[in-house]
């Protein structure tokens, strides 16, 4: 069965600081996706990684796919309140179809 | 832009009854999903489809289930005699295909059993 782990669980930072969350397996995924799903709303889509190594940039968002596809990094430059939310991670098996969630980590930028 | 729409937002049922949850896909999307959130916990898949027939469905996914594209808008989760355990958030998800596509949610349907 294919896991995958967030880290931190839950992060607290103020407005303007960078910060880094981590997507980890054991396992090789086809692709990872990232979401952010807000309280009483569904996941929205952020990105796909399919690449090993591949980094992809949304804004001050920079995505990142670990070369043995493995794990993902999501990194976040000058945080705003408005980036609050869970981000979740993904993972797709060689088909995509059935997808694997993270628990998430909760963010909280402060103003 | 084009989103899944899902209803209804919230539905409550007693324990035995029979819940039927609707979804209208993003229209040239061909694959379809149904996942489940219990409050607190991480999104689980529930089950597949594509083509008029479910293509993988998770240990969840039991007897108690069944899903159905009545038409050519609709996908349906249906759940039999349900249970105190079936209370969650319902999501339901399409992609235009499978390899890496996106997959795109709805807001979910919020399902209390009492």
């Known amino acids: 069965t294919q896991l995958l782990e967030q880290s931190p669980q839950f992060l607290s930072i103020q407005e303007g600081e960078n910060l880094t969350v981590y997507c980890n397996s054991s396992?090789?995924?086809?692709?990872l996706q990232w979401y952010r799903q807000e309280p009483g709303e569904g996941p929205v889509l952020l990105v796909t990684?399919?690449?090993?190594?591949e980094v992809k940039k949304l804004k001050r968002l920079t995505f990142q796919f670990g070369d043995a596809r493995k794990d993902s990094s999501l990194h976040i430059t000058a945080a705003q309140p408005g980036d609050t939310g869970l981000y979740l991670c993904?993972?797709?098996?060689?088909?995509?179809?059935?997808?694997?969630f993270g628990p998430g980590t909760r963010l909280s930028v402060l103003p | 832009e084009p989103e899944v729409t899902q209803t209804p937002s919230h539905q409550v049922t007693q324990m035995g009854q029979e819940v039927i949850l609707r979804c209208v896909p993003i229209?040239?999307?061909?694959?379809f999903y149904w996942y489940r959130q219990i409050l607190g916990q991480k999104v689980e898949f529930l089950v597949s489809?594509?083509?008029?027939?479910?293509?993988?469905k998770s240990e969840i996914f039991d007897d108690q289930f069944s899903v159905e594209r009545p038409d050519g808008s609709n996908f349906t989760l249906k759940i039999r005699s349900t249970k105190l355990e079936d209370s969650a958030m319902y999501f339901c998800?399409?992609?235009?295909?499978?390899?890496?596509?996106?997959?795109?949610f709805g807001d979910g349907t919020r399902l209390s059993i009492l």
């Open positions: 998800a399409s992609s235009l295909g499978q390899n890496n596509q996106p997959q795109h």
């Open positions: 396992s090789v995924f086809s692709s």
């Open positions: 990684v399919v690449t090993g190594g």
């Open positions: 993904a993972g797709g098996d060689n088909y995509g179809q059935n997808f694997v």
């Open positions: 229209s040239n999307h061909l694959y």
């Open positions: 489809f594509y083509n008029n027939e479910i293509s993988e």
